[in-house]
């Protein structure tokens, strides 16, 4: 029998042994989100539906299996990611590009293995896409345009009773080119850069690979057109390759007899030479909706809805979204990029009795309210001011104002305000692109109208 010390001693050695040692890197973790991984995988699923609706997709066995293999193999040296079901797709497309839903739906355009000169190039590029899932960039935009959705309201850092598909309507998250999902910031690049480059030293490719298809693309970018999309989704190639290389530096160069190339993939690059050319199927819809396009009309069957103090009724094709007492009310297509294009906002608020004689007035009120919403819409102006009007039996303020619109143009703001029988202060805003607005007025007066207090 061993004496004590040494069973310790060898279950260190047996410890040391069993992790493997990390050369040093650059640590990278998740940042701030309101979803769980699980929810990832979800909001990645229905998303993943529309793209699969909207793209071209090569079905081709032998090229698909190709993909997912080398994909699983990569995606299994990721951190954190033996939660998400990967799956790879092709998408008959010329343009150089691949793109991640959250939890692990990745999209790869056969440009992309068309113009990597070997594995370990394509590599790189999936690599840096499952970056972005390990690192859950799509939810995390979408916990940060969710929480802006509601600048006025308490922010609980939930989701609420909100089902991930409600998130997704509201927040205009579905498949197209400005999806939110798939618009990250120079940061989340460079993150995915790094552990991309982790990713595929760890998978046993030389990590230069993904510094020289950046190269390439930077050098054909100029001519043809074909290599812009990466670099235009994905920005600012001269620091990414810097980024890349030192990145190799800290982890040592490639390891001893690292890969560059297979037989297979030079193999599935012959199978896409004969691969019939891309149709005429339309690419991802450009305003970052569901569906592409206009809401559709407003229905006259209105519903009954209540929240907190307020009772109303709303067109049955328009639908609540709700955290807490701030409800958002809008048609499907109604939130483009995470803000409000058609549909009305709800919200109480509360003045700051900056006279401290505990009287506030409904205009002085409804002037602070104003103020703040220009602090966070620089270009929202003011084009009709306080009118008298009622609602549920209450004096309310109407007031018109006039700010960008998310759909592109101007958009005319209905703001109402009023205080409900206990003292509370709450605004309705009704919002629309200025050229439509005559459609949604008569919308927003029914809804208005139908308002009764507790
Ligand atoms: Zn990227």
């Known amino acids: 029998m061993l004496p004590k010390v040494s069973k310790v001693l060898i279950a260190l050695l047996l410890l040391s042994a069993a992790v493997p040692i990390l050369a040093d890197r650059t640590p990278l973790k998740p940042g701030w989100n309101l979803f769980s991984p699980q929810q990832d995988i979800e909001m990645g699923q ?156 760890d998978a046993g490719y030389d990590p230069k690979a993904m510094a020289l298809f950046f190269e390439k693309l930077q050098a054909e970018t100029g001519g043809s057109g074909r290599a812009a999309q990466f670099f235009s989704d994905h920005p600012n190639p001269e620091n990414r390759i810097g980024n890349v290389n030192n990145e190799i530096v800290k982890l040592g160069g490639a390891k001893p007899g690292a890969r560059m190339d297979s037989p297979d993939f030079q193999e599935v690059k012959r199978i896409l030479a004969n691969a019939p050319a891309p149709g005429g199927k339309p690419g991802p819809a450009n305003n970052g909706g569901a569906r592409g396009g206009k809401p559709q009309r407003p229905s006259g069957r209105l519903v009954d809805y209540q929240t907190g103090d307020v009772r109303l009724r709303h067109p049955d094709n328009w639908k609540p979204y709700g955290q807490g007492s701030t409800v958002t009310i809008a048609p499907d297509g109604g939130i483009v990029n995470g803000s409000l294009a058609y549909g009305m906002m709800i919200s109480p608020f509360e003045p700051h009795d900056d006279n401290g004689d505990g009287r506030m007035t409904l205009a002085e009120a409804t002037d602070q309210l104003i103020n703040e919403m220009r602090q966070a819409n620089p270009q929202m102006r003011t084009s009709r001011n306080h009118e008298r009007i009622r609602i549920g039996g209450q004096a309310a303020l109407a007031t018109e104002l006039s700010n960008v619109s998310p759909a592109g143009g101007r958009e005319t703001d209905d703001l109402i305000t009023v205080v409900v029988p206990d003292g509370t202060f709450y605004y309705f805003i009704g919002v629309a692109p200025q050229n439509e607005f005559s459609v949604y007025a008569e919308v927003f007066d029914d809804i208005l109208n139908s308002v009764r207090f507790r």
């Not at 990967?86 to 990745?106: C, D």
């Not at 590029?125 to 499952?130: M, P, S, T």
């Not at 939930?158 to 910031?185: D, E, H, P, R, W």
């Open 46 to 201: 229905q998303v993943s539906r529309e793209a699969d609706a909207q793209l071209q997709l090569i079905n081709n066995a032998q090229a698909l299996g190709y993909l997912n293999a080398l994909g699983k193999q990569l995606a299994s040296r990721a951190p954190n990611s033996r939660q998400y079901p990967f799956q790879f797709k092709l998408v008959n497309e010329k343009s150089i590009n691949a793109f991640a839903l959250p939890g692990g739906y990745v999209y790869v355009n056969r440009g992309t293995i068309e113009a990597a000169a070997n594995e370990a190039q394509l590599a790189g590029v999936i690599a840096h896409e499952i970056g972005h899932v390990a690192l859950r960039h799509g939810t995390n935009q979408a916990s940060k345009a969710y929480i802006a959705q509601a600048p006025l309201a308490i922010v609980g850092g939930m989701l609420g009773n909100n089902s991930v598909g409600a998130v997704i309507a509201q927040l205009g998250l579905g498949f197209g080119t400005n999806s939110l999902l798939l618009k990250y910031s120079r940061d989340a690049e460079r993150q995915a850069d790094l552990m991309g480059t982790q990713i595929l030293y």
